[in-house]
Structure formats: C-alpha cells, structure tokens
C-alpha cells in the first residue's frame, strides 16, 4: 500500500495537459481508449471491496501500525498494469490531481453542428483543461485557438471563457431552466491583440498618461494595459439603451481601469461631467447575437456587461457601437482591464511548454522565394523577380494535372468530375451553406486576416466562393470555372492564374496574396463532437 501510495505521489507530476494528453493519444499502456465513452469519467479506480474493507479497518488506528504494514504487505497489488514505473511518465494532472477534489460534476458541451459530448469532471477542471481534452478525443491539431464559449440562449448574448477560467464556477451563474450552453469551437482573435495591438486599438480611441507623446509601438502598448500603474483610457461615441424603455442613446463614453463611465457633457472628461456605469470584478463582457432583432440596436454590432449573478436580461448594461474595429477595441479593452497580466500568462504558456518540447512547424517568416531552374537551387532576394516567379507558378499549375497517377499508376489528365469532389474531403470546404451563414461562421472564428473558408454558390450552381476575412470585414470572391481543350480550370482572375481542382487554388493563395487582399491563413472547420 506505501508503494502504490509513493507511486501516486510521483504521477502528480508537473507539465500541460496538452503534453500529457497527446501520450494518451499515442496509446501507450493501452491508456488511449479510456476517453470513448460517451460519459467520460475522470476519477482514479476504486479499491477492491476486501482492500476498502482492511483500509476502513485500520485507517487512523494507531495500535495496529505493525499489523497494517504486515498487511499491506500480504495483500497483492490489485492493478498490477496500472501501478508500474512507466506510468509516472504517462498519466498527467489531466487526472491524479482532481482526483484529491471528491466533487466532480457533469457538464455538456456543444460543437457548431449542435452535437454535443457529456463529461464528468473535477470542480476545478478550468476551460483549458476541457479544450485540451477535446483536442485530444477529436484529434484535433492543437493550435492554441480552441476555446470554450458561454453561449445564453434566452438572453441571446455569449463571450469567450478564458483559459484559466473555472468551468463549473461560470455554470453555476446559469439558471435552471434556460437553455445555456457551453461551446467548442475555434477563436482566431482570442489573443491576436498581444500580437498586433495597434490594429484592435485604434489611435483616435486610445489616451494614454505618459510621457510618449502619443506615440507608442506595439510592445509599448500592450505593456501600458498590462502595467498595473499605468493610466490608459478608451473612449469614443456608443449607443445605449435606456433602463426601461425601448429607446437607443447615443452618448460619449470613458473606459478606465475603474470602471465604465459616460459624459452628461458631450466628449468632457471632467470627473464633475463623468457617470459611472459600471466595473468588473464582478460582471463580464459579451456580445450580442442578435441585437437588432432582440434588443432594438441600431447596428449589429453590439456588446453588454453583465453581473455574475444576474439572470436576465433587466441587469444588461446593454451598448452598440457603429463597425466591428469599434466594438473589439472596447470588448478586448475591457477583457485586459479586468484580467490584465493573466491574459497574457493564459497567451504565452502554450508558447512555453512548445520552447520547451520544440515541434518543426512552417510560418510565413520561413517561406523564402527559390529558383531551381539551373543545375543548383539558389534563393530569390530580388523582389520583383521573385513576384515574376510566383506569377509563372501560378499559371503553371494546371500542367502538374498531366503528373496525376490513375489507379494503375500511369499519368492520366484528372477528369472533370474529380475535379468538381476532391475538394468537398477538405475542412476549409463547406457543402451547401448560404452568404450569411459563412458570414457568421467567420465571425464566431475570429476576424483577424486570412480567416477563409470555400463553398458553394448559392446565386451560380456551377460556380464556388471564397469567403475571406481582411481589416475585420468579410469578402465574398467568386471562383469561376472555365474550359479549355475540353479540360475544366478554376480561376479567381478572369483566367490569369488557372488551377485544375479548388485544392491547387488553397495551397496556392496560402503562399501568395494575388488578387486577394491578404493571404489565406486560418480555415474555418467544423467538428462533429
């Protein structure tokens, strides 16, 4: 029993759950299958009924100290298989430390296509720890923008748990009868603001107390709302919703480490002129689902703030800005202002943990321009040449069709038909959705640039589009077939550049802009839980 006891000790090791998890996946010591269940239970095995018996014997007697040890000795270990030296090297704190919590809960979370998985969990399981798991069931490749999302059916308003967030802490707000909901799904943006701050945080919202004289890089302002001492405001016109009544307000409003303020003044800042609204240490941000519909809001892009403990609706401080760059600057201000330093620890330990088990990966810094015309390759620096070249690759693109084995492994010209379905395999591909639903679809992913997903035309059967997403709008770019030479082409540009099936056209336009205003970076996928 020491020795089961001393080997528990040692699995409480340190490192991610995401570390730890991708061992499981590997299938070492058959430890792979133990997530297949529907209800996923997370608590260590139970003792064999006549070793609980022997324990609830002897446990705390101090007189029978000898006898328990000789005991303990006699008595075999019951789990062999699960209790050796490797497993200290396998099993993570995805278990053994929520085994020590005798609480565990049951929640259900949801994917976009509305499946849904139940597991039973820890009361300290946090929504990292959940994300990770379902990276690990789905096998899913973890870039660090899965997330959990709080979705409020009746109330229509949902946001971003972040990572370090305790999931049952944030169901316990829930009521009983509602339909709330937890997600799981893919957030581009979730820390794109540490990376490119200037763009979420526009220079005619941003009032800084330092001695930079407006002007700051991107460090120095993430830095200014990370720095506890520091002094920056947002501010700038929103609407409001009047408390009790159906009337919008526009009015001029002050961010601040303390709170929310608004002017009864037009754009005055004097603290005689200024109205607290609210503050945060109890209250969360979210945004609107359907403001114009369910609210009355003027514009679709509208935001609250609502207590932890508030229920409904009558609590939300509700708000609506005039465009998206609008409303992100005041919902990640706001996220920064309440969670500050956490943020970033949340953005940079996935980073930390990467350094320390390095993986080869390909980002666009890597990607160098090569000639390997002549008898040696050499690198293009020039950067005309190398747009001349990226051109000329592109139009020879449908020549490597004529390289494509057929079955007998003999080259063949891809039929037509092929050409219409191979893509239909890929994630960035979704079959049959309408302009609005891509649109939606984007926007729940992230508007950061390069966020893309493909479909079908609605307006064209016969056609597809590119639905992209650049300076936090979505464009909509129609690919247009052609035939040539009874062989079928794909193009974005009126012919320019042709490719023989929509997978050529990806992999081309995720290496060069062209007609696009921006890269494509990150697809949108849907995962069926």
């Not at 930079?212 to 460090?219: E, K, P, Q």
Request: aromatic share 10%.
């Amino acid at each position: 029993m020491n020795d089961m006891n001393n080997t528990l000790k040692d699995l409480n090791t340190s490192g991610s759950l995401g570390e730890k998890a991708a061992v499981f996946q590997s299938g070492r010591n058959n430890a792979s299958g133990f997530l297949s269940a529907p209800l996923i239970p997370l608590r260590a095995p139970l003792l064999p009924p006549k070793l609980q018996d022997k324990a609830a014997l002897y446990k705390g007697n101090r007189k029978h100290e000898k006898h328990e040890e000789m005991l303990e000795a006699s008595i075999p270990n019951p789990f062999p298989e699960l209790f050796t030296s490797t497993v200290s090297s396998i099993v993570s704190e995805c278990l053994l430390p929520w085994t020590k919590k005798s609480k565990t809960q049951v929640i259900k979370v949801y994917s976009e296509d509305d499946t849904s998985r139940a597991l039973e969990v820890p009361s300290d399981i946090t929504a990292r720890d959940v994300c990770q798991l379902f990276i690990l069931k789905n096998h899913c490749i973890d870039d660090h923008s899965w997330t959990l999302f709080e979705h409020l059916a009746l109330i229509g308003i949902e946001r971003t748990i972040e990572d370090h967030e305790s999931v049952i802490e944030v169901q316990s707000s829930w009521g009983m009868e509602t339909d709330d909901r937890l997600y799981f799904r893919k957030n581009y943006a979730k820390y794109e603001f540490f990376k490119k701050p200037l763009d979420f945080f526009p220079e005619h919202m941003v009032s800084i107390s330092s001695e930079t004289n407006g002007i700051l890089n991107h460090s120095q302002l993430v830095q200014t709302f990370l720095n506890a001492g520091s002094c920056p405001e947002i501010h700038g016109f929103l609407h409001a919703k009047e408390q009790g009544k159906k009337t919008w307000k526009k009015m001029y409003f002050v961010l601040r480490r303390s709170g929310l303020y608004l002017s009864n003044k037009g754009t005055s800042k004097e603290p005689r002129h200024l109205q607290f609204v609210t503050e945060f240490s109890d209250s969360d941000v979210y945004t609107l689902l359907a403001g114009r519909k369910k609210y009355g809001a003027p514009t679709d892009y509208g935001f609250c703030i609502k207590h932890n403990q508030s229920g409904g609706a009558r609590g939300l401080k509700l708000l609506c800005a005039d465009e998206e760059q609008i409303r992100t600057c005041w919902v990640t201000a706001i996220r920064l202002f309440k969670y500050g330093m956490q943020l970033y620890q949340n953005f940079i330990q996935p980073h930390q943990k990467q350094k320390a088990s390095p993986v080869r990966s390909i980002s666009e810094n890597s990607l160098v321009a090569m000639d390997f015309s002549g008898h040696k390759s050499r690198v293009i620096e020039n950067p005309t040449e190398a747009l001349s070249v990226a051109v000329e690759e592109g139009l020879s693109w449908r020549r490597k069709s004529c390289l494509r084995l057929n079955p007998h492994g003999c080259p063949s010209t891809q039929s037509s038909t092929s050409n219409l379905v191979i893509h239909r395999t890929h994630p960035w591909f979704h079959h049959n959705i309408s302009r609005d639903e891509a649109h939606k679809l984007i926007a729940q992913q992230g508007l950061i640039d390069g966020v893309f997903l493909l479909r079908d035309s609605q307006s064209n059967p016969k056609t597809f589009v590119l639905s992209l997403c650049h300076a936090q709008k979505i464009k909509h770019f129609q690919i247009v077939p052609l035939e040539e030479d009874g062989e079928l082409f794909f193009t974005l540009d009126d012919g320019h550049t042709r490719f023989t099936d929509l997978i050529q056209l990806v992999e081309f336009y995720q290496l060069n802009k062209g007609v696009l205003p921006c890269k494509l970076k990150h697809h949108c996928a849907r995962i069926a839980l």
